[in-house]
């Protein structure tokens, strides 16, 4: 079992303010939890606590680990979300929300999946530390999948490799991605599996051999040209990402020169091309093998010096250099630049701090194409008027998900809940209600009962009071305020952008004429692919 000392010590110089927060999440979870077990039989409370380890060693702040150990409090129902709110703050509520799955009353089996995931998806357009709870959560069930009941293992795996790897892959949280995804490997096709991790124990062996005799010579070489403060380590390639590649070669390892891989990790980047030119001296590099990720980030962040090299004593062998920064933020991408900062909603903020720190900024670029593509319409680059723009990693995911049978209908919930024109807000209970863009209060009124919105007295967006025609945004939690003596005024007719409430508003006041200048034509636009439909 996971102390509230291990926590603790896993953290990043934590105040003492700290750790009293995160002591009382850990007794609040574990009072919560008492008496509940994993499928393995052990104590539910392992999983959170484990689950927020993980989220301190990512470098996360206090927020975000407290997330961690309250994330399956609510859903089990040992505690309100009054509660929560109380004693953690709003923040902490937010994020426990986002990773809170749905109740099964209201959805079912694909569709409930795909509901879970669009509320995800929607809370960390608003709050990134949302979907970083979220992987640790699977990080953990992932180690211990073997308990889980047999027919759901696989949909669990698939859905790892299909959606959570590829998340933590554009978060560049490399180490997150490698494992959850070698964790699932045996649940998603047992003998490619087992084959997989045949071929690399045969490969393993001389490859450690060779490698350890190039490592010393190059220690030797790196020491003799005055480089004296480095590290080295290998690297295995991870049994997925292997399976990838020998599916890719027609199954011929000999061509796989990545299978391990040296790295050299220096102080500063300087070192990083001194220990090149020393590298490239001594081995012949492969030509078209070199990449420079230093002054080329890939999209997700990632930085370092890949070459491949020619070697008397392990042939072919590919080298990474890198910092030692460069190599925290290989393993854990976003999170390691988050330490510490209130990220929460204020990305452009941090986007500036990381503009001002050599670091790329590129691993935020994904945030924000997702957030306007799940906020507003995208007025299209003139070549497809009309087209949702598409974050492209999320159209590869949904490609990707396409091609496995059976999860049709959940591409196509995937499809619908985030390329339409939709803003999805809450109501104060956390349920999701999926409105057209630019919907006001009286559409969400109506949205949820008739009587509501007939009676519709105020309306309360994220706590604060709002007039009706207020545009609620993605994320936002409305709260309905209703009174017997009020009632629909002329002006709603105008305000509400659903024909459902404003066939309500025209009935409640007597209306039979149409409206003679429809309101969606202001919308047309938005409207052309609801109306392809
Ligand atoms: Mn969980």
Sequence with gaps: MTTVKEIVA?????????????????????RAHEGQLRYSGEPYFIHPAATAKLLAEFGMDATTIAAGLLHDVVEDGKATREDIEKEFGKELL?????VTKLGTHRYHGAERHAESLRRLLVATASD????????????????????????????IALETIEIYAPIADRLGMGKVKREIE????????????????????????????????????????????????????IRMKGLWSLHQKLSRKHDDITLIHDIAALRIIVPKIEDCYAALGIVHALYRPLPGEFKDYIAFPKPNGYQSLHTTVVTPEAGIVEIQIRTEEMHRSAQFGIASHMSYKQLGKDVEKLEKDMQKSRFSSLSFAWVRSLI?????????????????????????????????????????????????HRVFVFTPH????????ASTPIDFAYAIHSDLGNHLQGAKVNGKLVSFD????????????????????????????TSLARRHIRAALGIIEPERRPLRHRNRKHLNRKTAH
């Design 128 to 155: 990134i530390r949302v979907l970083i709870v979220k992987l640790a959560d699977r990080y953990h069930n992932m180690q211990t999948l073997e308990h889980v009941p047999e027919h759901k293992r696989r949909r």
């Design 10 to 30: 896993a953290m990043h110089k934590p105040s003492e303010e700290d750790v009293v927060y995160i002591e009382k999440a850990y007794d609040l979870s574990r």
């Design 94 to 98: 937010f994020i426990v929300d986002g």
């Design 372 to 420: 306007p593509s799940l906020l507003k319409v995208s007025e299209g680059d003139g070549k497809s008027s009309g087209e949702t723009k598409i974050p492209s990693w999320l159209a590869e995911l949904a490609e990707a998900h396409a091609e496995v049978a059976g999860s049709q209908e959940f591409v196509e919930g995937l499809k619908e809940d985030f390329f339409s």
């Design 182 to 233: 070698d964790l699932a490997f045996p649940f998603v096709d047992p003998d490619a599996a087992r084959h997989t991790a045949e071929v690399r124990k045969l490969k393993t062996k001389e490859t450690e051999d060779g490698l350890a005799k190039v490592r010393k010579e190059l220690v030797q070489e790196l020491a003799k040209k005055g480089l004296v403060t480095f590290r080295t380590d």
């Design 430 to 437: 956390g349920d999701v209600v999926d409105l057209p863009t």
């Design 470 to 497: 207020t545009a609620l945004g993605n994320g936002d939690v409305v709260e309905i305020i209703r009174r017997d003596s009020a009632h629909p005024s002329p002006k709603w007719v105008e305000y509400a952008k």
